[in-house]
């Protein structure tokens, strides 16, 4: 029999472990976690809660855009939100729970709801006992990215926790961090709050994950349609408390230039850190920095640890949490068996609910950039959702497209949206990736009038090229 124990066993990661191994033969399981009350943070302060407030002020903002419809905008009730947000977040928390409770109902599985600490390499304290695994899982999740910046103990400060659970916005905010969370809740703030938001933008543009096309178009749409100031190519020196309770930050610019900002509150979205400093690592050979997670998830130091999710800073979003979750799971039986371990290869796929989720931005599989980088000789079309009547028909006329083919296969590579109903093209195009599909072979045929229009545009005018060859 042989004894894995799981470190955070309500999380996505540590729960997608638990479950591949529960009922495997000879296996037995130790399930960790102390969470109260548990349930993962995508659950409870996450991709669900915030797609529950986000889908609120989503409504407004089409409302507020269309000038076919009279009167007044509604305005959002932030009370009935939360309230309804909370209600949803405990029911799918508990459902979570549920279903690792449940995996403790067998023979060969045990539930402890109580904080684990290594004393050696695999041997962990939890609660008033000692237990040692023949294999020890690491799924402790992330917590807020606190910047070390001059002054900030000395001032208060929010997080996207917090504007989660908030039923009364400030009239004024200046935010740090506009990557996934910034993007996702600056809106928010402007849309419901009627709040004078400056987000800070170190780089040239947001979403540097993406071809530049795509960071200008957001800092069009937010800065016009959500009246968001955002000083870019600039960084924080430091920041104070204002004599009125508020906060004043100083930005320095690439050109030398200062900028002082003040506001009423100070939202921090400036990512997040492997949530590790509690388990007691000194104890163990292993040493946390770059690299010390293999592909395989198993630690560098010692392959019988494996860590997954967000605590191994690799790329910390839910599905990925899942799948290398299923690696680990799969991986420890092969050492087991006595097989050689695979590596989790993700192609990437990553959804940014950005402008409210009305204008997501959606990329799976390589940039245009990337592909070349790769040596890919490559094909690319790019279209503006207006170049497709449906998004006119629809009233959501911004945003953008691209495709990216190999020209030698004619086999697609990347795509990336930024527009309405981006999100949920992602699948489809993931399929279309992942399965190295032909370009010519792809159906250019979408239910008219849907906004999977787009993607037909982008298969014609890909096609047309190779054809022209």
């Known amino acids: 029999m042989v004894h894995v124990v799981i470190v955070g066993a309500y999380g996505s990661a540590g729960a997608a472990v638990a479950d591949e191994l529960a009922g495997q033969p000879d296996v037995e399981l130790t399930l960790i976690d102390d969470g109260d009350p548990g349930g993962g943070l995508c659950i409870l302060d996450g991709c669900m809660p915030s797609k529950e407030v986000l889908s609120a002020a989503a409504h407004r903002f089409q409302a507020r855009h269309d000038d076919r419809l009279l009167g007044d905008p509604h305005e959002v009730d932030l009370e009935r939100t939360i309230e309804r947000k909370d209600d949803h977040t405990l029911g799918w928390a508990e459902h979570r729970r549920e279903a690792i409770h449940d995996l403790a109902e067998r023979d060969d599985v045990t539930f402890i709801h109580d904080t684990a600490r290594f004393l050696d390499d695999r041997t962990l304290r939890v609660g008033g006992r000692e237990i040692t695994g023949d294999y020890v899982v690491v799924a402790t999740g992330s917590s807020v990215n606190v910047p070390d910046l001059p002054g900030i103990d000395d001032v208060d400060y929010q997080t996207s926790a917090g504007l989660l659970d908030a039923t009364d916005l400030p009239d004024s905010a200046v935010v740090m961090g506009l990557g996934y969370v910034g993007l996702e809740m600056v809106p928010y703030l402007s849309e419901v709050g009627g709040t004078d938001v400056t987000v800070v933008e170190h780089d040239e543009r947001p979403i540097d994950e993406s071809d530049p096309a795509f960071g200008d178009a957001v800092l069009d749409l937010y800065r016009e349609a959500f009246d968001v100031s955002i000083p870019t190519n600039c960084y924080e020196k430091r920041v104070e408390p204002t004599e009125d309770g508020g906060v004043r930050l100083y930005l320095e610019h690439a050109d030398g230039e200062d900028q002082c900002v003040e506001a009423e509150e100070l939202y921090l979205f400036t ?199």
Request: charged share 30%; with cysteine; glycine share 10%.
């Open 271 to 469: 990512g997040r850190r492997p949530s590790i400093g509690r388990l007691g690592l000194k104890n163990t050979r292993l040493q946390p920095g770059p690299g010390w997670v293999l592909d395989t998830m198993q630690t560098r130091d010692d392959d019988r640890v494996f860590v997954v999710g967000d605590a191994n800073g690799k790329e910390p979003i839910l599905h990925v949490a899942k799948e290398q979750g299923f690696t680990a799971a799969e991986n420890i039986l092969r050492c087991e068996r006595g097989v050689p371990l695979e590596a989790y290869e993700n192609v990437t796929h990553h959804v940014i609910f950005s402008g409210l989720g009305v204008y997501p931005y959606a990329r799976v599989g390589m940039t245009e950039r990337e592909a070349r980088d790769a040596d890919y000789d490559v094909v690319v079309a790019m279209r503006q959702a207006s170049d497709d009547g449906v998004f006119e028909a629809k009233d959501t006329p911004e945003g953008l497209a691209k495709l990216v083919v190999d020209r030698e296969s004619a086999t697609v590579l990347g795509w990336q949206g930024l527009h309405y109903h981006a999100d949920v093209m992602a699948k489809t195009m993931q399929v279309v990736v992942e399965m190295g599909l032909d370009v010519r072979e792809v159906p250019d045929r979408a239910y008219h009038p849907t906004t999977p229009e787009i993607l037909d545009g982008l298969l014609r005018d890909v096609t047309a090229d190779l054809d022209a060859e």
